[in-house]
């Protein structure tokens, strides 16, 4: 159920399978929720701007059903996207929405 959406303008990141995994395990630890549950998604090559300009820039989405902790998440993913890709924090910007269980589908039917 949780879902980690990676927009970036890098044109590529250098292991997508690593850092998708990797960010997957982060998920799960930073929600508490079973890894199996967890998508994540990278889209790279992304025309951005942030600030006014076009140096590499990130956007996530973190979606989930409760378990959200955003002051404690955000820190800990922008931490851990820089390091990953070089972008500066103050270059990313992630947006967190709790979903209610009824609005989440899975598997022919929804979580709640």
Do not use: H
């Not at 982060?26 to 889209?43: A, D, R």
């Not at 902790?69 to 709790?98: G, H, V, W």
């Amino acid at each position: 159920m949780p879902l980690a959406l990676v927009r970036t303008s890098l044109n590529a990141i250098y292991d997508k399978n690593d850092f998708l995994t990797k960010l997957s395990s982060q998920i799960s630890l930073l929600t508490g929720k079973p890894e199996n549950y967890v998508m994540t998604i990278l889209q790279s090559n992304i025309p951005m701007t942030f600030a006014g300009n076009d140096s590499p820039c990130c956007y996530i989405e973190i979606k989930s059903i409760g378990s959200i902790s955003a002051k404690k998440m955000s820190e800990a993913l922008c931490k851990s996207i820089a390091k990953y890709t070089s972008i500066p924090t103050d270059r990313i910007y992630i947006n967190f929405q709790d979903v209610k269980a009824s609005d989440w589908g899975f598997n022919s039917s929804t979580f709640g």
